[in-house]
């Protein structure tokens, strides 16, 4: 519902209107804040928090003017006992290693207000602080749709590729924070579930912390069911597909994870909701676009052919990219999953039924995926829409080669399609007794394409819930 500052909340029929200019954005903020000379603030304090927020939309995305700010981090418990420098190499990964000890170096990373060596030893109890020109990436601009609201709930459609947390990177580019920038600065929305980034669908909202607790405490208890489709590669199996595999996470880092013996137990139920066949790609002489080198031709083979699955998806336990890791080890991965359809991380079988890490090791595996978005593009190449894609490869976010003004930083490209959106929606909350139920649209990419039928919208969940029941006993 929410696309650009100065809008107001909109119901579906409504269209938002969109701020293309930056310099209108640029203009209500405070000029120290945006100046390409400005000064960093002193270290320590609250961080700089400009308002309205400094948004503007161009080429269909939100952006963020670069603004100022402070980061103040508790040590961590694993982090006590370890070199300061040590810190900022393993676990973060949005600027180069280079820049974190310049940044030590000169002052801009504190320990307790004050400056420290890169070899500085962590303790409990300390407090580093992290000023930096903080460079956000871009997100859709789509709105986020409000699907109900009462005095102690918002239930919103939320748009794929933004995180519902400032979390890393992302900062006024969050859902929290969107809704908050047309709701007024005094307004907390308390996110209840949880959703990936890429992730788009049903979220609550609550408005106190009182209706956040109770719908919380529900969902933990397992007493609501949730529901979610995806669109997959080839033709997923007929009726209810059990997978029970349990799942480990293999880079906290790179929030990565995969099928493995030794990892938590995880269950989903799926069920083929519809299977649409590939489209004959044009013969020749009509086709405008120049044949594919061989080596390009050879990466998009593993989903030639297939076409794809659109798939109810009914996660019983709630492990981290769950759905996306089940629906890998199953061998139909989600079409355009940057991470877990990627040959480029996984080789040519996508980490189908490789439970044991017989084909593709953990190590092998970080390696290749932590230099995705960095000197590689994130190609998702378990397939190409036949009609659209076959002869485009996508563009992702990754080094432009370029540096910021102000502070030396290395930018980014604007990120891909691929890297904005995941077909994996959450489709359904809804009450195991029925006191409630919250449903979405589909979304377009699970519609029926053009010139073929099929479903337009999802029944009820017995099958599902039934499926879940048989197994279990």
């Given amino acids: 519902m929410l696309a650009t500052v100065a809008t107001s909340l909109l119901n579906d029929n409504e269209t938002p209107p969109l701020i ?44 963020v003017v670069p603004y100022h700010y402070t980061y103040n981090t508790w040590c961590k418990e694993r982090w006590r006992g370890r070199k300061l420098m040590e810190i900022f190499e ?6 180069p290693a280079e820049y974190y000890r310049n940044a030590v170096e000169t002052g801009l990373v504190v320990v307790n207000g004050k400056a420290v060596g890169p070899e500085h030893i962590l303790k409990n109890g300390d407090l580093v602080s992290h000023t930096t020109h903080r460079h956000e990436p871009p997100v859709t601009a789509e709105p986020i749709r409000v699907i ?13 590729g933004v995180p519902v947390h400032p979390a890393g990177r992302y900062n006024y580019n969050s859902v929290v924070e969107i809704i908050k920038s047309e709701r007024g600065p005094g307004f907390l929305p308390r996110p209840c579930n949880r959703l990936d980034r890429l992730t788009s669908g049903i979220m609550f909202l609550a408005k106190s912390q009182r209706a956040a607790e109770r719908l919380v405490a529900q969902i933990s208890q397992r007493s609501v069911r949730k529901e979610y489709i995806a669109r997959v590669v080839g033709r997923f199996p007929d009726g209810e597909v059990v997978c029970d595999q349990p799942i480990l996470q293999i880079s906290p880092k790179l929030t990565l994870n995969r099928v493995r013996a030794n990892g938590k137990a995880a269950r989903t139920v799926f069920k083929r909701l519809a299977y649409y066949p590939p489209v004959d790609p044009p013969t020749k002489g009509q086709t405008e676009q120049p044949a594919l080198p061989d080596a390009e031709q050879a990466e998009q083979r593993r989903g030639e052919g297939e076409g794809y699955s659109i798939v109810r998806c009914l996660p019983v336990t709630g492990r981290t990219h769950q759905i996306r890791v089940h629906l890998q080890f199953l061998g139909h991965p989600i079409q355009n999953d940057p991470i877990y359809a990627n040959q480029k991380v996984w080789g040519f079988d996508l980490g189908r039924n490789d439970a044991d890490a017989a084909r593709n090791s953990d190590e092998d595996i970080i390696s290749r995926l932590s230099r995705m978005g960095k000197e590689d593009v994130a190609d998702a190449v378990a397939y190409y829409d036949e009609m659209v894609d076959n002869y ?24 891909g399609e691929q890297e904005l959106s995941l077909w994996l929606h959450s489709l359904r909350y809804e009450d195991a007794d029925g006191a409630w139920s919250y449903v979405s649209p589909l979304p377009t990419w699970a519609l029926p394409p053009s010139g073929m039928t099929g479903p337009t919208e999802v029944g009820g969940m017995d099958d599902l819930v039934s499926a879940v029941d048989a197994s279990s006993t």
């Fill in 20 to 63: 293309t200019n930056p310099t209108s954005a640029i203009g209500v903020l405070d000029a120290a804040t945006i100046s390409s000379a400005a000064e960093p603030p002193a270290v320590a304090i609250t961080p700089s928090d400009p308002w309205p927020r400094p948004y503007y939309v161009e080429d269909g995305l939100r952006r």
């Fill in 90 to 95: 393993v676990e973060f990964r949005d600027r």
């Fill in 148 to 160: 109900h609201e009462d005095n102690d709930l918002i239930v919103i459609n939320k748009p794929s």
């Fill in 392 to 415: 485009h490869r996508k563009k992702a976010e990754k080094m432009s080669g370029q540096l910021c003004d102000v502070c030396r930083t290395p930018l980014y490209t604007d990120p």
